[in-house]
């Protein structure tokens, strides 16, 4: 599926524990355009971001410490609309669209359905580079 980039900027969510990792995306992503990325390493740290602020695409690494990034994505879906400390800007929207990223490959149960996220990729991270290029650069 395609990235929706239904606006000038974007607000993107880079979620992974390699820091390095994380902040290569951001400063890949940032160099194609006018998006804004946040960075967080944590599945905890993930909640409290999405809890704080409306992304456009959030990239997540599925081998998180604590839960792994489909759980953290699993246990967000079912706090939006029913937490009181997630913004209203967090409410009430497209689903945001998720990239899923591990360093193996995995696959992802095909009954796994989100209301407030959409996962449009899973890939592995050698291919990263190549996916952001692609996807950023036009």
């Not at 905890?44 to 081998?63: G, R």
């Not at 967090?90 to 998720?98: D, K, N």
């Not at 995995?106 to 050698?126: G, P």
């Amino acid at each position: 599926k395609n990235i929706r980039f239904y606006k000038p900027s974007r607000k993107i969510l880079i979620i992974d524990d390699d820091q390095d990792l994380a902040n290569s995306i951001k400063d890949i992503v940032q160099s194609y355009g006018k998006s804004i990325c946040d960075t967080v390493f944590d599945s905890y740290e993930a909640m409290m971001a999405i809890s704080d602020h409306a992304y456009d695409l959030i990239f997540v690494d599925q081998k998180l410490p604590g839960l792994n990034g489909t759980d953290a994505l699993f246990e967000i879906d079912n706090s939006i609309g029913i937490d009181p400390l997630i913004s209203e800007s967090g409410r009430y929207r497209e689903p945001t669209q998720v990239v899923l990223m591990s360093a193996n490959p995995i696959e992802v149960d095909k009954n796994f359905k989100l209301e407030n996220f959409e996962v449009i990729s899973i890939l592995q991270k050698k291919n990263l580079t190549k996916y952001l290029a692609l996807t950023f650069a036009s």
